[in-house]
């Protein structure tokens, strides 16, 4: 009964390589959002989606595009992958895009070697 | 634009001992304020929050806040800590009806429990 799930947990590539994050949420919530949580533990928005729609892109490198198939799941694809991309990503959502509060996920964490 | 300070990186305090994490926020207006908890390999779990009303809040796990605006504050508190709380505090600011995407978030406290 997890309510903000993502796949995989741990993800080792080598640079160069394009990957994959999965989220899921079971809570009904209309918006979700994508994290990075670099080594310094620095939490900074990446995405967020309204009902499958973008709603705040800030400046991530365009190597970076998100995907949400509905409003239930929103997924991160990564291409040539950099070793500037290691972190932890996470994925949230909130009830609407007027609530502020957000429920996490558990975190992706990406290595890039 | 909004901010949100956190002082302290890291605070170790013992076992029994009672806690107070340090937040202080900059926001034009009337600030939606957050703690959130992170356990070692876990996502962020939500404290407690304000919006408004009572400035002192009860939040999960025995935690609260007091919202002071005269010294733009919102410091969280436990009387009592105990091994578990050991993990990552982060302050968080929002304004009502923004995206919660839109709400920052301060550097974050490390808390160490001593035995």
């Known amino acids: 009964d997890t309510a903000v799930s993502q796949t995989p947990k741990y993800l080792v590539t080598q640079m160069g390589n394009d990957k994959s994050i999965k989220c899921e949420q079971n809570?009904?919530?209309?918006?979700m959002y994508w994290y990075k949580q670099d080594s310094k533990k620095f939490l900074k928005i990446m995405f967020s989606y309204n009902n499958k729609e973008l709603i705040i892109n800030e400046t991530v490198p365009n190597r970076f595009s998100p995907k949400s198939p509905d409003k239930a799941h929103l997924n991160l694809h990564i291409n040539s992958l950099e070793l500037g991309d290691s972190a932890v990503y996470f994925c949230?959502?909130?009830?609407?895009?007027?609530?502020?509060?957000?429920?996490f996920g558990q975190g992706t964490r990406l290595t890039v070697v | 634009a909004q901010s949100v300070t956190q002082p302290d990186i890291h605070i170790t305090v013992s076992e029994g001992a009672s806690l107070e994490l340090r937040c202080n926020y900059s926001?034009?207006?009337?600030?939606?304020l957050f703690w959130y908890v992170q356990s070692p390999g876990q996502g962020l779990q939500l404290l407690l929050k304000?919006?408004?009303?009572?400035?002192l809040v009860q939040g999960i796990k025995g935690f609260e806040a007091e919202f002071k605006r005269s010294q733009s504050s919102f410091n969280l508190r436990k009387p009592s800590v105990h091994w578990s709380d050991a993990a990552e505090y982060f302050c968080a600011v929002g304004a009502e009806n923004t995206n919660a995407g839109k709400s920052t978030f301060g550097d974050g406290t490390t808390l160490t429990v001593k035995p």
């Open positions: 926001y034009g207006a009337t600030p939606y």
């Open positions: 949230a959502s909130s009830r609407g895009t007027g609530a502020t509060e957000a429920f």
């Open positions: 304000y919006f408004s009303g009572d400035t």
């Open positions: 809570l009904g919530h209309d918006t």
